[in-house]
C-alpha cells in the first residue's frame, strides 16, 4: 500500500460515530481519559458507553490485573524461543493463545509483543526480543500480533524505538542516524503497523535521529511524523509505566495515553495547559477519538468484541512449541540421544535440573499453576528408569526463598503491623500466605513491622536474610543485622532491584532444633503509579555440602547412569529487565560442572536452560548439546520429549552464539555521558560478524535437527510487477528420520553499491517438512523491500540497481547455493511492508 501523510481527523474522526462521540465529551471528560485510573486500567464513561479498558503485562503470558488473588496464567516459552521456530503459524497461534488468556483474564489490552532488536548479547532483556535480525524480528512478532488481535484482543508493540538496552533505560540517550533507523529498529514497528496494531508503547528513553533530540513519549517528528502520518498508525500510544514526565511535550508530542494512574504529568496539569492554549484541543480530540476506536475495536463501546475462536489445550502448545523451539547446538553422529533405547538408569545433575529458569525477570513474569522439572518430566517419559537427582552446586549469589508455611507452626505465618510517621500503631494483620510482597498500603502508613518465628531442625550453620530495598532494621534471632534509613521510590521498580532485593546474611548455628525469630522493619516505597509498597524476601540456605562435595556426587551419579542429561544455564539474578549482564559466562561453577561429567560421562546429554548467549567453553567435546531458552511452565515435559525423539528439536538459532567475548562486535551498551550511540550503524548481530570475519560458537540460524540436508539446487529468481522475488531451493532429507528444515536465504548487494551495505542479509525464509529420502522444492520469497535502503538524501527508500547475489543454506555460516538476479534502479518510493493481516 502507498502512504500518505494526512491530518488525524481523516482517519480517526472520520470512523463511524467516533466524531460525535467526541464532540458530546466535555473537555474534562476528555483529559481524564488520557491517564489511566489505576496501574493496569482507563476510566470508563458511562455517558457514552465506554466501559474501563484494562492493560496487562503479555511478553510470556497474560499476567492479568492483580485484582485476583492468587491469579495463575499460562507460561509460555519466552519469545526468542518463539522466534526460534522460525515457524509464522505457531507464532500467530502463540498469539491468539495470549489473546484467547487475555479474554479470560478480563484484559483488553497485552502489553507485547516486544520487537527491539537485540543489539549486543549482554542485553538484560535480550530473552524477551525475538532476533537480532529485523527480518526475523517483524515475521514472528508481527504474527504474534495478528494472533492476540484476532482473538478480539489489542496488542500493544513496544518498546517504540531504539530502547535495545536496560543499563539507565530511563535516562540515557540513543542516538542513531536515519538509514540505522530506517533498516533495522523501526523495521519491526513498521511491520506491525502494515499488520493493523492496535497500541504500540512509548519508551523509557530519548532518542537523538538527527532531526529531534527527545524523550521517546513526547518525541514529534518519530511518534507524529513518522508512525502516525507518514506510516498511518491509528492506534493508540501508550507510556511505558511512569515514563512520562512532561505535560506540553508529551501531548503535542503524540503520546496519547499516561500509565500508570492515576497521577503523573497529565491530569489536571494537561487540562490547565488546554485552556491556556499551550495544547490545541483538537489534539485531546485526536487522543480521545484514538482511545474510542480501541475500545469499539476490543469491544469496550458500542460493537461487541471479535469470538475467542482458540479452544486448542494449551498446556500442549506451550510444551509442544518449547520442544519445537529446542536448537541442537551439537549432536551425537554415532548414537544420537532420540535414536537409543530406553534407559535403565538416568542421571540428571545440574542446579537448573533442580530449579529450572522457565522465565526471565520484570515484566515477563507471570504465575502459573505448576511448572514441570526436569525430574518431572524425565520421570513421565521413562517410568521404569531409576532416577538419580543431582543438584552440582548452586550458582546463585542468593539463597532460596524461606518456604514460611514449611517452617512455622499454625495457619499465621507471620504479623504485618502498620505504623504511622510517628511510629504509632495503626493497625496489625495476620497472614497466612506471604509472597515477600506488601502492596496497596494507604497513605497513612510510613513504616511495615513484620514478625514470624521459624523452626530451624537441621544441625549445623542456617545463612537466614531478608532482601529488601530501602529503609528498613532487620533483627534475626535478637540480634540486628542489617539497618538503613533511606527512602526507596518508583526507581527501584525501574531498576528492578526491588524484585531481586539483597540482603545482609545472619548466621544462624543449630545444635538441636529450635524457635529463631525475624523482626524486620520497612519504611514504605512510594512508588507513584504502582502504589505503596513493602519488599521482605526472607531467605534460607540450610546446613549441607560444599560446592565442591555436590560436583563430585553429580559426576558419581553419571558414571553409573546409562543416560545423562546435565540441565546448566542462567538463573534469576542474571537475565531480568532492569540490567544488563556483567558478562557472558555460566555463573557459578557450571562449566567445571560440565567438563567434570563429561569426563566421567562422554555421552552425556547438556541441555543449556539460557534466554540469551552465554559462552560454552567446552561445547566442542560435548557429544550432544541443546539449547532450551526459558521454556514455560511446561519444561520438563519438553526436555523429555527432545530427549527421547517424541518431538523434532528442529530450532534454529535468531542470534549468534559467541565462543569468545571477546569478537562480539557490541559487546555492551553502557552509556557514555549519557548516550548509547549506535556506531555500528546497520551491522547489527551476524552482520558485525559476519563484517569482522570473525567465527563465533555457533552462527545466526544454525540448529541441527534431528536428520541431515542436501541442497540441490536454486532456480534463477523470478521477480514480480512489485518487485518481490521469488526463489526455489530443492532440498532433500538424505538422513533416516523425517526433520524440518529452514530454507534461509540471503542477499548480497550488488558490487559498487552507493552506500555501505553488510556483507550480506537475512532475505527470507520458509519451512520445509520432509520424510526420509524426498526432495522438496521450496518457494522463498524475497521481498522489494529487503533489496531496497534509506536513502537519507531523498527521505525515502531506494532499490539500487545492479546484480544481487542470493545465497540459501541452513544459516549464515553454512550456504550452500547461490543465485543473481539484475534489478533495475528504482525511484525513491514511501511502500510499506506488505500487509500481513487485517486492522
Not at 491530518?7 to 466524531?19: F, I, W
Not at 495478528?146 to 517504540?160: L, P
Request: aromatic letters at 4%.
Amino acid at each position: 500500500m502507498t502512504l500518505q501523510s494526512r491530518p488525524p481527523e481523516e482517519t480517526l474522526l472520520g470512523a463511524p460515530g467516533v466524531a460525535v462521540l467526541v464532540d458530546s465529551l466535555s473537555l474534562d471528560e476528555k483529559v481524564r481519559l488520557l491517564t489511566g485510573a489505576t496501574a493496569w486500567r482507563l476510566y470508563a464513561l458511562e455517558t457514552i458507553g465506554l466501559r474501563s479498558l484494562t492493560m496487562s503485562d503479555g511478553p510470556v503470558g497474560v499476567r492479568g490485573l492483580g485484582e485476583v488473588a492468587g491469579e495463575t496464567s499460562v507460561l509460555f516459552p519466552a519469545p526468542s524461543a518463539i522466534s526460534a521456530t522460525w515457524d509464522r503459524d505457531l507464532a500467530f497461534e502463540t498469539g491468539q493463545a495470549f489473546g484467547r488468556e487475555a479474554r479470560d483474564h478480563g484484559v483488553d489490552v497485552v502489553l507485547a509483543p516486544q520487537v527491539n532488536i537485540q543489539r549486543t548479547p549482554v542485553g538484560g532483556r535480550h530473552f524477551e526480543c525475538y532476533s537480532e535480525d529485523p527480518l526475523l524480528t517483524a515475521e514472528i512478532g508481527t504474527a504474534v500480533i495478528r494472533g492476540i488481535q484476532d482473538q478480539g484482543v489489542a496488542a500493544c508493540v513496544k518498546h517504540f524505538v531504539a530502547n535495545d538496552s536496560e543499563t539507565d533505560r530511563t535516562t540515557y540517550v540513543a542516538r542513531l542516524d536515519a538509514r540505522t533507523l530506517r533498516e533495522v529498529y523501526l523495521a519491526p514497528f513498521e511491520h506491525a503497523v502494515a499488520a493493523g496494531a492496535w497500541t504500540a508503547m512509548a519508551a523509557y528513553n530519548q532518542v537523538d535521529d538527527g532531526v529531534e533530540s527527545s524523550p521517546m513519549t513526547g518525541h514529534h517528528h518519530l511518534l507524529v511524523d513518522v508512525l502516525k502520518d507518514e506510516l498511518g498508525f491509528d492506534g493508540v500510544v501508550v507510556s511505558d509505566w511512569v515514563a512520562a514526565h512532561d505535560t506540553v511535550g508529551g501531548a503535542v508530542g503524540g503520546l496519547d495515553v499516561v500509565m500508570p494512574g492515576p497521577g503523573g504529568p497529565w491530569e489536571e496539569q494537561l487540562l490547565q495547559a488546554v485552556r491556556e492554549g499551550a495544547v490545541p484541543e483538537s489534539t485531546i480530540d485526536d487522543k480521545v477519538a484514538r482511545i474510542l476506536l480501541l475500545a469499539r475495536r476490543v469491544g469496550a463501546l458500542d460493537e461487541p468484541a471479535l469470538p475467542v475462536t482458540h479452544t486448542g489445550d494449551l498446556a500442549a502448545l506451550v510444551r509442544s512449541t518449547a520442544a519445537r523451539a529446542t536448537v541442537v547446538l551439537r549432536r551425537d553422529e554415532v548414537a544420537p540421544v532420540w535414536d537409543r533405547p530406553a534407559p535403565a538408569s538416568i542421571a540428571l545433575v545440574g542446579p537448573n535440573a533442580v530449579r529450572p529458569h522457565v522465565l526471565g525477570g520484570g515484566s515477563s513474569t507471570v504465575h502459573p499453576e505448576h511448572v514441570v522439572t526436569p525430574a518431572e518430566g524425565l520421570a513421565a517419559r521413562f517410568p521404569d528408569a531409576r532416577l538419580t537427582v543431582a543438584r552440582g552446586g548452586d550458582p546463585r549469589r542468593l539463597a532460596a526463598r524461606l518456604d514460611l508455611a514449611a517452617r512455622t507452626t499454625g495457619t499465621t505465618l507471620l504479623t504485618a503491623t502498620h505504623l504511622d510517621v510517628d511510629g504509632a500503631v495503626l493497625r496489625t494483620v495476620d497472614l497466612d500466605t506471604w509472597d515477600g510482597w506488601v502492596t496497596d498500603l494507604p497513605d497513612d502508613v510510613e513504616h511495615v513491622t513484620l514478625t514470624l518465628e521459624i523452626v530451624l531442625d537441621e544441625p549445623g550453620d542456617h545463612h537466614l536474610e531478608v532482601g529488601t530495598v530501602g529503609g528498613h532494621r532487620t533483627e534475626i534471632d535478637g540480634r540486628v543485622v542489617s539497618e538503613d534509613s533511606a527512602a526507596a521510590g518508583v526507581e527501584v521498580i525501574l531498576d528492578s532491584s526491588i524484585n531481586n532485593p539483597s540482603g545482609v546474611t545472619a548466621l544462624v548455628h543449630v545444635d538441636e532444633p529450635r524457635r529463631v525469630s525475624i523482626v524486620s522493619t520497612h519504611r514504605v516505597t512510594r512508588a507513584d503509579g504502582y502504589g505503596n509498597v513493602v519488599r521482605a524476601e526472607v531467605r534460607h540456605r540450610p546446613p549441607g555440602p560444599s560446592a565442591q562435595d555436590e560436583i563430585r556426587e553429580a559426576v558419581d551419579a553419571a558414571r553409573a547412569a546409562e543416560l545423562t542429561v546435565i540441565v546448566v544455564g542462567t538463573n534469576e539474578e542474571v537475565e531480568s529487565e532492569g540490567w544488563d549482564r556483567a558478562d557472558l559466562s555460566l555463573p557459578g561453577r557450571q562449566d567445571e560442572l560440565v567438563e567434570r561429567v563429561l569426563d566421567a560421562d562422554p555421552d552425556a546429554v547438556v541441555v543449556v536452560n539460557a534466554g540469551a548467549p552465554v559462552l560454552l567453553p567446552w561445547l566442542d567435546r560435548a557429544r550432544t548439546v541443546l539449547w532450551v531458552w526459558f521454556p514455560g511452565q511446561e519444561a520438563g515435559h519438553s526436555i523429555a520429549d527432545v530427549v527421547a525423539g517424541v518431538v523434532e528439536a528442529s530450532g534454529r538459532l535468531p542470534w549468534t552464539l559467541p565462543a569468545d567475548a571477546a569478537d562480539v562486535p557490541v559487546p555492551h551498551a553502557v552509556p557514555v555521558d549519557g548516550v548509547v550511540a549506535y556506531d555500528d550503524g546497520v551491522h547489527v548481530g551476524y552482520r558485525g560478524w559476519e563484517r569482522a570475519g570473525r567465527t563465533p560458537a555457533a552462527p545466526f540460524g544454525h540448529g541441527l535437527g534431528w536428520t541431515t540436508w542436501s541442497y540441490d539446487a536454486i532456480d534463477t529468481p523470478r521477480q514480480s510487477s512489485d518487485g518481490d522475488l521469488l526463489v526455489t531451493v530443492a532440498v532433500t532429507n538424505t538422513g533416516t528420520r523425517p526433520g524440518r528444515e529452514t530454507v534461509q536465504v540471503y542477499v548480497e548487494a550488488p558490487d559498487g553499491s552507493p552506500d555501505e551495505r553488510p556483507v550480506r542479509w537475512l532475505g527470507g525464509f520458509t519451512l520445509a517438512d520432509v520424510a526420509p529420502g524426498a526432495t522438496a522444492h521450496v518457494p522463498v520469497t524475497v521481498r522489494r523491500r529487503q533489496l531496497e535502503t534509506w536513502d537519507t538524501t531523498s527521505d525515502g527508500w531506494v532499490l539500487p540497481g545492479g546484480e544481487y547475489r542470493l545465497r540459501a543454506g541452513r544459516s549464515v555460516g553454512d550456504l550452500r547455493l547461490d543465485t543473481t538476479v539484475r534489478v533495475g534502479n528504482a525511484s525513491p518510493s514511501r511502500e510499506a511492508p506488505a500487509d500481513t493481516g487485517r486492522r
